[in-house]
């Protein structure tokens, strides 16, 4: 959704309201596939959007920001095939893999590593390599190894043309330091799934819940995190987005839906087990609640290219 159409619907976008018992409904009624369709040609229909309108303003440059599990990597290689189906050309940076080595990250006072903050990234070099491939057509970017937490020997060559796009992806990809040398000619877009989920007129889940169980989610099948270990850890991502990623997401021009509205039934056919095997907490319960009143399905109606593989796995 374009900013200008995002402020007059502000309080819409940040509240859409999804009826579970419809979606449940048409799940019964065997449209399983139809819910799925629809709720994926909702995110790419909005992407398709996004690129025209960054298209239409000859911007070199799309930082494409947002919060923890909020969905960027998908996105960002969804808008690179988008691009290159129109015969656009494009580069992207992750900006994970300008992150400083744990001794050269800031230490907070209760005297652990400050995972959330923008100075955990090598802002000088993100300047250089965004400043050579705009200027030179040509930048070697770093490659970060995140199982060591460290920055590997190696590096990559990347290249853009003249006509190309670069994609900066990251959840600080809006922040002043990493954008102000090119404001002029970057497009800002800012994703994150906006939808609550009610239930009999009340509401039983929140999207910054739904996105905590997708972090979990993927932590339990890809990390091996426990369900007790990433629960744990979401408190300080939270006040980590609060503080570093939420102040600029208003400077956007597009905001980016990233709700996939039948993930939750998803999630009740596999990742409730999980919860139900973690040691009982009242956040579980909430989420054990909420799930138990969503009908259920399975992984393989889940299309190849939707943006909920990020989260799971095959």
């Known amino acids: ?84 189906e129109k015969g656009i050309k494009s580069q ?38 965004i400043d050579d491939l705009i200027v030179k057509g040509s930048a070697q970017s770093p ?51 906006y939808d609550d989920l009610y239930f009999s007129g009340k509401r039983i889940l929140t999207a910054q819940e739904i996105r905590m169980m997708r972090r979990c989610f993927r932590d339990c099948q890809m990390r091996a995190y426990t369900v007790e270990q990433s629960f744990a850890s979401w408190q300080a991502v939270r006040k980590g987005e609060k503080q570093n990623i939420k102040p600029f997401k208003l400077n956007s021009d597009y905001f980016l839906n990233t709700s996939i509205k039948y993930e939750v039934m998803i999630y009740n056919t596999y990742f409730k087990p999980m919860l139900l095997e973690a040691p009982p907490t009242k956040q579980s319960a909430l989420l054990i609640s909420a799930l138990d009143k969503c009908a259920k399905l399975e992984k393989n109606l889940v299309p190849d290219n939707s943006l909920l593989w990020e989260f799971m796995t095959k």
């Open 143 to 193: 490659l970060f190894d995140m199982q060591l937490s460290e920055r590997k020997t190696e590096s990559e060559n990347k290249v853009l043309g003249k006509n190309d796009i670069l994609i900066v992806e990251g959840i600080h990809a809006l922040n002043p330091l990493i954008i102000a040398e090119h404001n002029d000619i970057g497009y800002k877009v800012y994703l994150c799934p």
């Open 92 to 129: 992207t940076l992750s900006l994970d893999d300008f992150l400083l080595p744990h001794d050269r990250r800031v230490i907070l006072s209760n005297g652990q590593v400050d995972y959330e903050s923008v100075f955990a990234l090598d802002i000088p070099l993100i300047d250089t390599v």
């Open 1 to 84: 959704m374009k900013r200008k159409d995002y402020v007059i619907l502000n309080s819409s976008l940040l509240h859409q309201k999804v009826d579970v018992e419809q979606l449940n409904k048409m799940i019964d009624d065997g449209k399983a596939l139809e819910l799925i369709n629809e709720c994926e040609s909702f995110y790419y229909n909005q992407v398709e959007e996004l690129i025209n309108d960054m298209l239409s303003t000859k911007k070199r440059i799309l930082f494409l920001a947002g919060p923890s599990s909020a969905g960027k990597t998908t996105s960002a290689k969804l808008i690179a095939q988008k691009l290159s």
